[in-house]
Nanobody, 125 residues
């Protein structure tokens, strides 16, 4: 069982930055790929970024590539999502989730093994 808790969401102006953190409780955290997803009001869940268990492999959605950076620290059981140059369309609840591989995570939240409760991000124009 892996429990995931997101933090770092909030209100920011367009062009600003936020850093989200996903903290995990399990010793097996280092065995999982971790992904970030988001769901805006009235929208379907969207894959944002994912990182492999070692941190060497990363994948980003086209909409965030070049603006968001995912990283992980297995010693601290954390995964961070640095979000720069934020846009109003980035407004959503952001979730982190664990899966066996990046390929699985990119298929969507329904294909993840564990997920957190989410942290809201609001970008004002």
């Amino acid at each position: 069982q892996v429990q995931l808790v997101e933090s770092g969401g909030g209100l920011v102006q367009a062009g600003g930055s936020l850093r989200l953190t996903c903290a995990a409780s399990a010793r097996t955290f280092g065995s999982y790929a971790i992904g970030w997803f988001r769901q805006g009001r009235g929208k379907d869940g969207e894959f944002v970024a994912a990182i492999g268990w070692s941190g060497d492999t990363k994948n980003y959605a086209a909409s965030v590539k070049g603006r968001f950076t995912i990283s992980r620290d297995n010693a601290k059981n954390t995964v961070n999502l640095q979000m720069n140059s934020l846009k109003p369309e980035d407004t959503a609840v952001y979730y982190c989730a664990a899966g066996l591989s990046i390929a699985t995570l990119t298929r969507g939240l329904n294909f993840t093994d564990y997920r957190g409760q989410g942290t809201p991000v609001t970008v004002s124009s």
